[in-house]
């Protein structure tokens, strides 16, 4: 993917943060919830690790947006939390490009670890099964670009 | 294409898209493991169940590349037999080789299935020839993999005095590079790669945050605490920092990670059979980076050894994705015997 664009480093503005954290903050997690439906629906989540989310709290959280979103997973569905959970499980923040590089697999989450661009707080082994989760999804294939043939030995 | 022979490049998958990663990216091998704890790698939601096993082996050897099975812990009191069935189920899906530590567990497999490949995995702790060699006589190991504790000048003679194909790490996270031998992670938490297959099992693990600073537990121990520009690091009690003598510092081993680059052309006309890559806890993305990078300079080594020169954006690539942001030589360059 990362061979057609590259998602650049960058930080909103203040002002983004600013206004985005006086906005009610349920549309994200709705949103949110709805996107890890569709994915689950659309078998691209293992199901035994799916199962190991039951009950949990999660918050995410776009730092230079202003943004969270907080949902849990019960009886087989992401829900959206209407209110910031007082002490989630697990939750996870970065800016809104480290969170894009890691949708678009153009960074690994132990490098933007290593690098302080993401924080993780709460149930380590959770936040570990999450992450394993995501990166065991087979992404749909974009069309290769034609490649040299390589000579091997 | 005039060209001299490098070392096959082994690269780690934690995961299906991760061993299609290191496949398309120029892997001569990808080394995968179980979702238990016979490997040194028991994440929770990391490895192959069946189907993906199936998958990954289908895709690697039709593209003429090899799938190493790691099983590299040791066989726990009364458990012996899930280690061995592991071995049986990895050479019924036609694995390249096993990789293997367990002394008892290199003798099962070398009478109950003589024609699989066996390698001496880095946690056999084999430093020595004489250690390489006594897993070929006894067991047949063809392959061996030198813990990262060896200068360059020590894995020659090794490679001198053994018919074993050697191994070395190229790329990845150091530890404190006793593979094997180390309990630092029992110390703190009871568990160690040995016994449950994880160095500082994450359920073990606490990041908290505070106004400018994250601090690092390990089983309620404080291993370290960064300030907001700093780099962090795996959370094990061979990276933290303590007080020693008054000053507080990494007092075994920094975060880093090791990186051959600079001196693969040594590497490779000392005769080391394969350069290994660590990370099967890593990503698909981290994968596809490191292998990229190490096929290119293996690439440019095998058409024009004396024009070798590492390129900066292969180290730039590879000093992005390391652990604590830095890179070292490790043990290849010290000067001590």
């Known amino acids: 993917m990362s061979e057609f664009f590259s998602i650049p480093r960058f930080k909103l503005p203040r002002l983004v943060a600013a206004v985005g954290a006086k906005l009610p903050q349920w549309p994200h997690s709705l949103a949110l919830a709805t996107a890890l439906n569709a994915a689950a629906r659309a078998g691209l989540l293992p199901a035994d690790s799916v199962a190991m989310l039951e009950g949990r709290t999660f918050v995410v959280d776009v730092l230079d947006a202003g943004a969270h979103a907080s949902f849990t997973y019960r009886g087989g569905v992401f829900r959206p939390l209407w209110q910031l959970p007082q002490d989630p499980d697990l939750s996870f923040s970065a800016r809104l490009s480290a969170f894009l590089q890691l949708l678009a697999r153009q960074e690994d989450p132990d490098t933007l670890f290593f690098n302080r661009e993401l924080t993780i707080v709460g149930d380590t082994e959770l936040g570990l099964l999450i992450k394993n989760m995501l990166d065991a999804v087979e992404l749909p294939r974009l069309p290769q670009r034609p490649t040299l043939p390589i000579f091997r030995h | 294409m005039p060209h001299r022979a490098v070392p096959q490049l082994i690269c780690p998958a934690g995961s299906l898209p991760a061993l299609k990663a290191a496949v398309d990216h120029g892997a001569d091998a990808v080394y995968i493991g179980y979702r238990d704890d016979t490997n040194a790698r028991n994440f929770a939601g990391l490895n192959f169940d069946q189907k993906a096993m199936v998958a990954g082996i289908r895709?690697?050897?039709?593209?003429?590349?090899?799938?190493?099975?790691?099983?590299?812990t040791f066989a726990q009191p009364g458990r012996a037999a899930a280690w061995q069935r592991a071995v049986d189920g990895a050479a019924d899906l036609g694995v390249d080789a096993v990789i293997l530590a367990d002394i008892g567990l290199l003798d099962y497999a070398s009478r109950r299935h003589p024609t699989l490949r066996l390698h001496l995995s880095v946690q056999g702790s084999a430093t020595s020839y004489e250690a390489v060699n006594f897993a070929h006589r006894e067991f047949g190991v063809q392959r061996a993999v030198l813990p990262r504790v060896l200068t360059l000048a020590q894995v020659e003679t090794v490679i001198r005095n053994t018919p074993v194909e050697i191994e070395v790490f190229g790329f990845g996270s150091l530890c404190v590079m006793n593979e094997g031998r180390c309990w630092l992670s029992s110390y703190a938490t009871g568990e160690s790669p040995n016994t449950v297959g994880a160095c500082s099992p994450a359920k073990y693990v606490k990041w908290e945050k505070s106004p400018g600073a994250m601090s690092t537990r390990l089983n309620g121990i404080l291993i370290d605490r960064f300030g907001d520009d700093e780099a962090a690091g795996y959370p094990t009690l061979c990276k933290g920092r303590f007080e020693v003598g008054g000053e507080t510092y990494y007092a075994?081993?920094?975060?880093?990670?090791?990186?051959?680059?600079?001196?693969?052309?040594?590497?490779?006309?000392?005769?080391?059979?394969?350069?290994?890559?660590?990370?099967?806890?890593?990503?698909?993305?981290?994968?596809?980076?490191?292998?990229?990078?190490?096929?290119?300079?293996?690439?440019?080594?095998?058409?024009?050894?004396?024009?070798?020169?590492?390129?900066?954006?292969?180290?730039?690539?590879?000093?992005?994705?390391?652990?604590?942001?830095?890179?070292?030589?490790?043990?290849?360059?010290?000067?001590?015997r």
């Open chain 2, 252 to 336: 075994l081993e920094e975060p880093a990670s090791l990186n051959v680059l600079e001196v693969l052309p040594e590497i490779a006309a000392i005769g080391v059979a394969a350069i290994k890559v660590e990370g099967r806890q890593r990503s698909p993305t981290y994968v596809a980076q490191v292998t990229r990078s190490l096929r290119a300079a293996l690439d440019a080594l095998a058409s024009d050894a004396q024009h070798f020169q590492v390129k900066a954006a292969w180290q730039a690539e590879l000093a992005r994705v390391s652990e604590g942001s830095q890179v070292t030589l490790g043990a290849y360059n010290r000067p001590w």
């Open chain 2, 59 to 72: 895709y690697a050897q039709s593209r003429q590349r090899k799938v190493l099975m790691a099983i590299n």
